[in-house]
Structure formats: structure tokens, C-alpha cells
């Protein structure tokens, strides 16, 4: 079992950045594929990107791609989300969630079996 905590969400400026962080407890971090969701107020929480476990495959929603980037450093136990040129329709509550499926990729909520608990991103206009 993982426990997974967010942090480094903020109030930004529109065209502006932020790295987000995924705390991972537990000695198998590894064994995990990882993924980062996003809820925006009245709508459904959908994906946004993944990674395999060694971080060498990385796939991102047509949304965010060539603007946010996914990594992860597994001797940290910390998966990240670099978000540039943030957009107000980028305002929500991102999450970070774990699966240990036999394929890394996953899109799907129920895709991944371990979830934390939620960090605020507000862009302004």
C-alpha cells in the first residue's frame, strides 16, 4: 500500500508556473506507474498526465501537452508536475494517484487504486 500527499499549489497569474509535488510513503514507490487528475469546480475529474516506473515513458492530455511536464525521482519517492504558461481553465484541484497494473499507461479513474488527497491551483486572469 502507497499514501500519496500533494503540495506546491498556489494562486498564479495567468502565464505563470508552478511545480506541483507527490509525496510517496512506503519502500516500493518504484513498482508504481503514476498519474496526476485535475477536478474543476462542477465538473468531472479527468486526466492529466502519467508515467511508468522508471519515468521513462510519459504521456500527457492533449490540454497541457508542450505546456506541462511529468517526472518523478524515485530515490525521493516524489512524483512531479511542472506546469507552465498556466491558462484560468487550468484552475482546479489536481490530485496524484498510483496503480501497479501490468501496463504503466492509464487514463482512467478507476485505472488507479491509490489516490492523495488534493492540492488548489487558481490561475487568474
Known amino acids: 500500500q502507497v499514501q500519496l500527499v500533494e503540495s506546491g499549489g498556489g494562486l498564479v497569474q495567468a502565464g505563470g508556473s508552478l511545480r506541483l509535488s507527490c509525496a510517496a510513503s512506503g519502500r516500493t514507490f518504484s513498482s508504481y506507474a503514476m498519474g496526476w487528475f485535475r477536478q474543476a469546480p462542477g465538473k468531472e475529474r479527468e486526466f492529466v498526465a502519467a508515467?511508468?516506473?522508471?519515468?521513462?515513458?510519459?504521456v500527457s492530455a492533449d490540454s497541457v501537452k508542450g505546456r506541462f511536464t511529468i517526472s518523478r525521482d524515485n530515490a525521493k519517492n516524489t512524483m512531479y508536475l511542472q506546469m507552465n504558461s498556466l491558462k484560468p481553465e487550468d484552475t482546479a484541484v489536481y490530485y496524484c494517484?498510483?496503480?501497479?497494473?501490468?501496463?504503466?499507461?492509464?487514463?482512467?479513474?478507476?485505472?488507479?487504486?491509490?489516490w492523495g488527497q488534493g492540492t488548489q491551483v487558481t490561475v487568474s486572469s
Open positions: 508515467i511508468s516506473w522508471g519515468g521513462g515513458s510519459t
Open positions: 494517484a498510483a496503480h501497479q497494473k501490468a501496463h504503466w499507461y492509464a487514463y482512467q479513474l478507476n485505472d488507479y487504486d491509490y
